[in-house]
């Protein structure tokens, strides 16, 4: 009886003890104090070499954590469990966090850099006036194939290519709600916002149509398949396209005429912010020309830093595949968060449309 | 009185365990199905599931499983058979046992890689006149490769029934005349039906909500209810329609449980498999 007595309480100090080592090094791995921020991002989206520079530059240390999916950044940010100072949410995301008051407004005072930034990515209407966040990325949904593959010659200036007969288990589309009920209403004309009923009736009608094309609906492995040769066409985001050209060089890029997805990654401060000067501190930075060049340089999608563009290589910066000029943006959109009940909508659709598949 | 305040105090960790993580997670799980996406009580997720594409994406999730389990069963139960009549019997079964200490997603991945069009498969068809052929992405290869993932634990059960069967019996029936298939299928199979039923426990339940498989080897050309979870819970986030589909999961893995259930009868040392 003593024994058990003792043993129980051996195991309730322990586990007090560990409780209490947790807490002191949660305390210390989230930034506490002037001299670390922690920079939450997706994962392969900022050169490593720059972060020691800004260590060098102001003294901060960076706490780099990386995330997979807007919505599981979302989840942790609202658990608050650690302190992220700043965050590069998507473009609908922030519209959602704004909702839900999680956001902490930006001191423009303290971010001269803002001023690099190429107008046109500005005052946007997820976030007017900049209020909340600043341009880090942008990029673009669009068709990826490899014409050594195909028989026929296409250029898939339409969506409506994707359709053809003769590209029979030749499509991969990328696993993701909006981007494939977008592609079925851009293909119609329609908005890919839409939350009209009759016309996502007709995307998902249009999108059933495309079902002998499919040849698979997967996540990240496209690249590796595109590069591979393994597949011919692909329904993905332009950074990915790009991925897929650095190593296999016959991949072509294009977005289709009737429109399609213009996306932007954001740096924003978080609500669990510990260090909101220094993550100021981190964001003018990351805006500076020669910083944005090189990281534009590393990472592949499109930089929004209008100084930074005239230091890179024009070979890049020209390639209308990439950096689209204006006129063929304006016929992009960019997504508005649909709320809850209309996102489970576009999700119940396409999970509908996967099931039509078999 | 000593002794019984004892045992009662060793049952503490093993009850506080069931209560922390058996019963709390599920009741959890009912608690939050009975929540719409604006946090008010309702039992609309119940009826969604009963009125949209759920009850088909069950079927279809059905449906799978059972081609599986079936397949899993048809090739493990004669190699178990065989295993127990060869040699070195521990050292094969343990053969067969080691892959599955590779992570399965590990597995997973090197499948899309011998299915792919310039895989070796491939390789072979076109060698033998063939062509290649598209095997990534189709029913074929997603029961394969699912067929493939669950064989040792339908092995394992089955194979331990095989081998605790008394020698004695099957010796006993020949002596009274039987054929070899009348022995096989009035004494060895009756005799080793826990092992088949712990083995169809063990590969149906997961099998009904794999999901990584249906989207790298089925490029989600499969759907199971496994999918649509973790869609309601990490894109749509609703998490009350997530809860639900899984309350209807765990329903139905308790029926399962209670037809492949093992009766306990007395003094048979033939059923025990674990």
């Known amino acids: 009886m003593k024994e058990i007595i003792r043993a129980a309480v051996a195991v309730i100090v322990v586990s007090a003890l560990l409780l209490y080592i947790n807490s002191q090094l949660g305390k210390t791995s989230g930034s506490s104090g002037n001299d670390t921020i922690t920079v939450y991002n997706w994962g392969e989206y900022l050169d490593p070499e720059l972060l020691d520079q800004f260590t060098e530059e102001t003294g901060i240390r960076v706490v780099y954590e990386t995330f997979d999916s807007n919505e599981a950044m979302m989840t942790k940010v609202e658990q608050g469990g650690t302190s992220y100072d700043v965050a590069m949410p998507s473009e609908y995301m922030i519209e959602k966090m704004k909702e839900e008051d999680l956001l902490i407004p930006l001191d423009h005072s303290k971010i001269p850099n803002l001023d690099n930034i190429d107008p046109y990515f500005l005052d946007l209407p997820f976030d007017p006036g900049n209020e909340y966040s600043v341009p880090y990325f942008w990029g673009t949904v669009g068709i990826a194939f490899n014409p050594d593959l195909l028989e026929e010659d296409f250029d898939f200036t339409s969506w409506e290519d994707l359709w053809s007969p003769e590209l029979r288990q030749q499509v991969i589309l990328v696993d993701s709600a909006r981007e494939v009920m977008g592609m079925g209403l851009n293909s119609l004309g329609y908005s890919l916002n839409s939350t009209d009923e009759s016309e996502l009736n007709a995307a998902s009608a249009k999108l059933d149509e495309l079902t002998p094309n499919v040849k698979a609906i997967i996540g990240d492995e496209i690249v590796e398949m595109m590069r591979r040769s393994e597949a011919a066409i692909a329904l993905t985001w332009s950074g990915q396209a790009l991925d897929m050209m650095y190593v296999n060089e016959s991949i072509d890029f294009a977005v289709p005429e009737e429109g399609s997805n213009l996306w932007f990654d954001n740096m924003i401060i978080p609500k669990t912010a510990d260090n909101v000067d220094g993550a100021h501190q981190f964001i003018n930075f990351m805006l500076d020309a020669e910083v944005a060049a090189q990281n534009a340089d590393w990472v592949g999608y499109s930089t929004p830093n209008a100084a930074g563009l005239e230091l890179m290589d024009p070979e890049v910066t020209g390639d209308e595949r990439f950096y689209p000029d204006e006129e063929i943006r304006g016929r992009l959109e960019v997504y508005r968060n649909l709320g809850p009940e209309m996102t489970g909508e576009y999700n119940e659709r396409f999970l509908r449309f996967k099931m039509g598949m078999n | ?274």
């Open chain 2, 1 to 274: 009185m000593q002794n019984k305040s004892t045992r009662a105090l060793y049952l503490i960790p093993y009850g506080a365990w069931i209560a922390l993580f058996v019963v709390a997670p599920i009741a959890l799980v009912v608690y939050y199905s009975l929540f719409d996406i604006h946090g008010d009580f309702t039992f609309a997720n119940y009826k969604a599931f009963f009125s949209s594409i759920y009850l088909e994406l069950t079927l279809s999730s059905f449906w799978y499983a059972f081609l599986i389990t079936l397949f899993s069963l048809l090739i493990a139960y004669p190699t178990a058979y065989f295993l127990t009549k060869t040699r070195h019997k521990q050292l094969w079964l343990l053969l067969i046992i080691i892959p599955s200490w590779i992570n399965l997603l590990l597995k997973t991945y090197a499948f899309i890689g011998i299915f792919g069009q310039y895989g070796p498969i491939n390789a072979f068809f076109a060698a033998i006149g063939i062509g290649s052929t598209q095997l990534l992405f189709t029913d074929f290869s997603f029961i394969f490769v699912s067929v493939y993932i669950f064989i040792p634990f339908m092995i394992l059960p089955i194979f331990n029934a095989i081998d605790r069967l008394n020698p004695a019996l099957i010796d006993a029936s020949r002596d009274l005349g039987a054929s070899p298939w009348t022995t096989f299928r009035r004494v060895i199979l009756p005799l080793t039906m826990n092992g088949v039923k712990s083995g169809i426990q063990v590969t149906f339940i997961p099998a009904l909500s794999l999901f990584m498989i249906t989207r790298l080897i089925a490029g989600n050309k499969v759907i199971t209810l496994g999918t649509a979870i973790e869609q309601q819970f990490l894109v749509t986030q609703n998490w009350g329609m997530g809860s639900t589909i899984a309350v209807f999961l765990i329903l139905f893995m308790f029926i399962i449980m209670l037809f492949t259930g093992q009766k306990e009868k007395g003094g048979a040392s033939i059923g025990k498999t674990k």
